[in-house]
């Protein structure tokens, strides 16, 4: 039976990929993985190698966790069947006046979240991640829940993860396996132009668009998310 591994992203726990894991599950065994407080994405991939109930299976990563679906090709990519990279980058934190925007953006979230709570954090985060035509909507909401579960300690640990990664350019141009670069087009995070670029990086990718859709695809156009996967597993014994 195939082995599906989902990787959610920042501050993301199971209900990010809930639709696709219960559209797909009747189909094929579906795990995700946790993150829990592990500050950097080579030790995310580590513990996912390490727990995932097969010893090979295809690899779905979200926003972050397209960074550590990465970061488990690179550390055992005999493993790995095929990629599905959503909403997400490769590229390391740039150096100088634009790396140290970045950290101080990510701080001050940080910053926001130990003097104020997760929720209002979310709340601020959040906005700019869904299309605008979500804000105050019950996926805003649901969305929000989800990263009030989680606590300012494992935000600082993940935004650690973040800060430090790699470049992950030498990964995108020696895969051989199916490939799947999704993202949503009103996608203001990880935007489409890059995931373009990304594509054009691996030898065997396919560029799924999934329209009226900003950051959080998988949530906001699940039926779409699914539908792209589904092809990407093809014909996957």
Do not use: Y
């Amino acid at each position: 039976m195939t082995t599906l591994v989902l990787v959610p992203g920042l501050l993301c726990d199971g209900f990010v990929w809930s639709e696709q894991q219960r559209a797909l599950s009747a189909q094929m065994q579906v795990w995700v993985a946790d993150h829990g407080a592990l500050d950097s994405l080579t030790n995310m991939a580590s513990a996912i190698l390490r727990d995932a109930p097969a010893e090979r299976f295809a690899l779905a990563g979200h926003s972050m966790g397209g960074r550590v679906a990465l970061e488990v090709f690179r550390l055992a990519p005999h493993r790995v069947q095929r990629l599905a990279l959503l909403d997400t980058g490769w590229r390391p934190r740039q150096p100088g006046a634009k790396g140290e925007e970045e950290r101080t953006s990510r701080l001050a979230l940080l910053e926001t979240a130990f003097q104020h709570g997760m929720r209002v954090m979310g709340r601020q985060w959040a906005s700019g991640m869904v299309h605008p035509n979500r804000l105050d909507t019950p996926i805003f909401e649901a969305i929000v829940a989800m990263i009030e579960r989680k606590t300012p300690e494992i935000f600082a640990a993940q935004i650690h993860a973040l800060l430090t990664r790699p470049d992950a350019t030498a990964q995108l141009r020696a895969l051989q396996c199916p490939v799947l670069v999704l993202c949503g087009r009103q996608d203001a995070w990880s935007c489409l132009s890059q995931h373009v670029e990304m594509a054009e990086l691996i030898r065997r990718s396919h560029l799924r668009i999934i329209e009226e859709c900003g950051h959080m695809s998988t949530l906001e156009q699940p039926a779409a998310v699914t539908a792209a996967l589904t092809e990407w597993l093809g014909d996957m014994e």
